[in-house]
């Protein structure tokens, strides 16, 4: 089994036309959005519009006309299969992307060859998103995943892609640079843990970083002994092998201004390759799909694979924790205290709260570099999983001001966070009689929260710091565009946020002002 998947060649071809039958020859799959208010007469203006206006009244009847599909004979020769999606003038991203995977589906996307996406009777701003959505879920209903089946799984067979559009155009190289940074983080979460572990992780890392002209540098065991990471290395002593430790992966743009003015970015993520919860053992449905606990690593370098595809004019450095959380002689236990490497002390309450151990000394470690913004990824609590359901991923940030950015920016991608609070006095369920801080609280009220504020006192208040608990990262059938369980939630989210918003621009002039200090 490939530890990466294999760079897809998908065509993206735009034509600027109306749908009529001429353009469906040579096409295995067609996919129509129209506007539902005017279902009636768009659908009679489609080819086959009698067949169109029937569906769309017997769905009507069974109170299910959002999707209508079929695959229709004209005299000898069968059309491509066809599905016509109706979309509410008021849609919003989110729904718009759970349309457009809902429409993939009837025409199972993985088995075509040619699709061609369109729209019918829509706005043109509505018309350009809900193109985009289209692309975006065609693109993930085409990506193979990862499979360990005796017979080999079919070659994919997406080959081309072609818009329709009449006014509108969409940005389909953010679209594929999303898209390819969101299968990465999938195909990875989606490996078996006896696949990809420490040592296989960091390798297909490193490839990655030849691939696409990264710097790559590991911090083993000894070197962060020498950092003074202790809190990763509490959690890391159990292991029976000696290769946990952190990544760091730096992309720098071809063309900078002047050197030390241009914005810097850390991604963080969070890589526990396998969770055990230690000497405090989770129980077996619990354990079950603890191999995604490196989640939040693969979508920190999803979406690092994202913005150096785009080219983005600011620098990035990827942190990366990887790590096993396994029961042996060797575990930390309740109690004990330990140093991370900011010089903070830990005592230890519950060796399954070994996420926030090992971001801890990552963030620190991050913080080094005095960044203008740090986003960290991470699967860190079943609380957020109980407060939001799967739908949405919880938000923290040490900039409450931030709030309205960072939920808009998941009502703009249809990755949809709920930004939470963490005022300093929810710390004070984190007093500990012995050291600075308790790793967590007895009772799981409140977690997600806790652990934010638990691992805001490992980054300096003078660096922003956004927080991604991925309670959306896993959700059974899939989540808006994504078909698959595990949805790789966070890298659609962060490329807007950092390219439509604000949050990153103003720190440039803040590094603009630094290096004319200097």
Not at 83 to 103: D, G, H, I, T, Y
Not at 290 to 300: K, N
Request: charged share 25%; proline share 5%.
């Amino acid at each position: 089994m490939n530890l990466l998947p294999a760079r897809r060649s998908v065509r993206i071809l735009e034509q600027r036309a109306t749908l009529d039958e001429g353009l469906l020859h040579g096409q295995d799959a067609v996919v129509i959005a129209c506007d539902r208010e005017r279902a009636r007469a768009l659908l009679a203006g489609l080819p086959w519009g009698g067949t169109w206006t029937r569906l769309y009244r017997e769905a009507r009847e069974r109170g299910q006309a959002n999707v209508l599909d079929a695959r229709i004979v004209a005299g000898k020769q069968a059309a491509p299969a066809m599905a016509v999606a109706l979309v509410k003038r008021n849609a919003s991203p989110f729904e718009q992307l759970s349309l457009a995977a809902r429409a993939c589906k009837r025409i199972d996307v993985p088995a075509a060859r040619r699709v061609l996406l369109g729209t019918s009777g829509i706005e043109p701003s509505l018309a350009a998103s809900m193109t985009e959505a289209l692309l975006a879920a065609t693109l993930a209903a085409g990506a193979p995943l990862p499979s360990s089946k005796s017979e080999p799984a079919p070659k994919p067979a997406l080959d081309t892609i072609t818009l329709l559009h009449e006014e509108t155009r969409v940005d389909v190289r953010r679209t594929t640079a999303i898209d390819r940074g969101n299968h990465l983080a999938r195909w990875l979460t989606m490996l078996p843990p006896n696949v990809l572990d420490c040592r296989t992780y960091r390798r297909a890392l490193r490839t990655l970083a030849q691939r696409h002209g990264w710097r790559f540098r590991f911090f083993d065991e000894a070197a962060l002994a020498r950092l003074g990471a202790g809190a990763f290395l509490a959690v890391s002593r159990a292991n029976a092998h000696r290769d946990a430790g952190i990544v760091r992966l730096q992309y720098r743009p071809a063309r900078t201004p002047r050197a030390g003015s241009v914005a810097r970015l850390a991604l963080v993520g969070k890589g526990i390759a396998f969770d055990t919860g230690g000497i405090n053992l989770k129980p077996h449905r619990s354990m079950y799909q603890m191999h995604e606990d490196m989640q939040g690593s693969a979508v920190a370098v999803g979406t690092l694979l994202a913005l150096s595809e785009l080219e983005v004019p600011f620098e990035i450095d990827c942190w990366l924790a990887l790590t096993e959380n396994e029961i042996g002689p060797r575990a930390y236990r309740p109690q004990e205290v330990v140093k991370a490497a900011n010089g903070v002390t830990i005592q230890v309450v519950h060796s399954d709260a070994e996420g926030r151990m090992a971001l801890a000394d990552t963030l620190a470690l991050a913080a080094r570099e005095q960044p203008d913004l740090i986003l960290d990824f991470a699967t860190l609590t079943g609380a957020c999983v109980t407060a939001l359901t799967e739908r949405f991923s919880g938000a923290f940030t040490n900039r409450p001001e931030w709030h309205a950015a960072i939920e808009a920016a998941g009502r703009a991608s249809g990755e949809r966070v709920w930004p939470f609070p963490m005022d300093e006095d929810f710390e004070s369920d984190l007093e500990s009689p012995i050291a600075d801080i308790l790793q967590c609280a007895l009772d799981a009220k409140g977690d997600h929260i806790l652990a934010a504020r638990f691992l805001n006192r490992f980054v300096p208040a003078d660096i922003p710091w956004i927080h991604l608990d991925l309670s959306a990262g896993n959700r059974s059938g899939g989540l808006a565009h994504i078909p698959t369980d595990f949805t790789g939630f966070g890298v659609r989210y962060a490329t807007h946020l950092l390219l439509d918003g604000d949050l990153l621009r103003a720190r440039t002039r803040r590094a603009t002002r630094r290096t004319a200090r200097k």
